[in-house]
């Protein structure tokens, strides 16, 4: 098992950038891909960016590029997402998600608990 644990969401005024950190722990040799997604009130949930484990190949959905970066450090199993330029229309509530070699692309796993970002106007 992996277990996934987020940070550093909260209370930014548009145009404002904020990181969220996401530690992982446990199996952590089982990562295979990770990625960051975004949950707002009424909508479905969508997937924002995401990251190989080893080499750090990275894709982002049309609406954050440009503005958003997803790293990870595997020495020190945690993968970040820095948001910039944020607008209110990124309010919502961010995941990461990690999967296993074992699981297609786009079936992950591992979630964490999630973590909340407020983007006021």
């Known amino acids: 098992q992996v277990q996934l644990v987020e940070s550093g969401g909260g209370l930014v005024q548009a145009g404002g950038s904020l990181r969220l950190s996401c530690a992982a722990s446990?199996?952590?040799?089982?990562?295979?891909?990770l990625g960051w997604f975004r949950q707002a009130p009424g909508k479905e949930r969508e997937r924002v960016a995401t990251i190989s484990w080893k080499y750090a190949f990275t894709t982002y959905v049309d609406s954050v590029k440009g503005r958003f970066t997803i790293s990870r450090d595997n020495t020190r199993n945690m993968m970040y997402l820095q948001m910039n330029t944020l607008k209110p229309e990124d309010t919502a509530v961010y995941y990461c998600?990690?999967?296993?070699?074992?699981?297609?692309?786009?079936?992950?796993?591992?979630w964490g608990q999630g973590i909340q970002v407020t983007v006021s106007s």
């Open positions: 998600a990690a999967r296993s070699d074992s699981r297609p692309p786009g079936e992950y796993e591992y």
């Open positions: 446990g199996r952590t040799s089982n990562i295979y891909h």
